[in-house]
């Protein structure tokens, strides 16, 4: 069975950093590119990073560049998301998603709940 | 900044059809984007059920269509029921490895 299964989340203060994981199983991990996905309390869904299969491009939301650093180690099949300087609208459920060749996000996780807040 | 815009909510009652859109803010929705429309339903990750504009994914009932309509995508629903009560997000690719969300539709079907 195709699976993601994320980690990691917690309640940080202002200012903190997490790092969640991601470890995907039943396909081939280095084969797919990969992207977190965010959703605030009571809001909707909101792109924030994603990497490449092969060279591990990486791109990031403007809201986070320069706080997040998306990575991946294929040998472990688990993909990454290291948070820093976390703000409380950073706030949300994060989700990991596997991208398709359609540019679709076609298996996703159960998320992870990240609460900043003092 | 490019804005993703969706009806904040739609009705439809039982039996009914209803067309739910996505546009942009600047600039009109094409094939291009590779439009996909994942389901929400509380407390679930979304899913899949419509990508690359136009192709139902896996298990998803053909009372679900997408299209291009004027300047946007529209996912249509023909013969909705209760099961189909839900948030609607879309989403378009942007290029170059970049996504973006539409705020979503709240579905009520009654």
């Not at chain 1, 280095?30 to 977190?36: H, K, R």
């Not at chain 2, 039996?15 to 803010?25: A, M, N, Q, R, S």
Request: hydrophobic share 30%; net charge neutral; proline share 3%.
């Amino acid at each position: 069975e195709v699976q993601l299964l994320e980690s990691g989340g917690g309640l940080v203060q202002p200012g903190g950093s997490l790092r969640l994981s991601c470890a995907a199983s039943g396909f081939t991990f280095s084969n797919n590119g990969m992207n977190w996905v965010r959703q605030a309390p009571g809001k909707g869904l909101e792109w924030v990073s994603g990497i490449s299969s092969g060279l591990g491009d990486t791109l990031y939301a403007d809201s986070v560049k320069g706080r997040f650093t998306i990575s991946r180690d294929n040998s472990k099949n688990t993909l990454y998301l290291q948070m820093n300087s976390l703000r409380a609208e950073d706030t949300a459920v994060y989700y990991c998603a596997r991208r398709t060749a359609y540019y679709d996000m076609d298996v996703w996780g159960q998320g992870t709940t990240v609460t900043v807040s003092s | 900044q490019t804005v993703v815009t969706q009806e904040p909510s739609f009705s439809v009652s039982p039996g009914g059809t209803v067309t739910l859109t996505c546009g942009l803010t600047s600039g009109s929705v094409s094939t291009r984007y590779h439009t996909s429309w994942y389901q929400q339903t509380p407390g679930q990750a979304p899913r899949t059920v419509i990508y690359n504009t136009n192709t139902r994914s896996s298990g998803i009932p053909d009372r679900f269509s997408g299209s291009i309509l004027g300047n946007k995508a529209a996912l249509t629903i023909t013969g909705a029921q209760s099961d189909d009560e839900s948030d609607y997000y879309c989403v378009l690719y942007m290029g170059s490895g970049i996504w973006v969300f539409g705020g979503g539709t709240t579905l009520t079907v009654l």
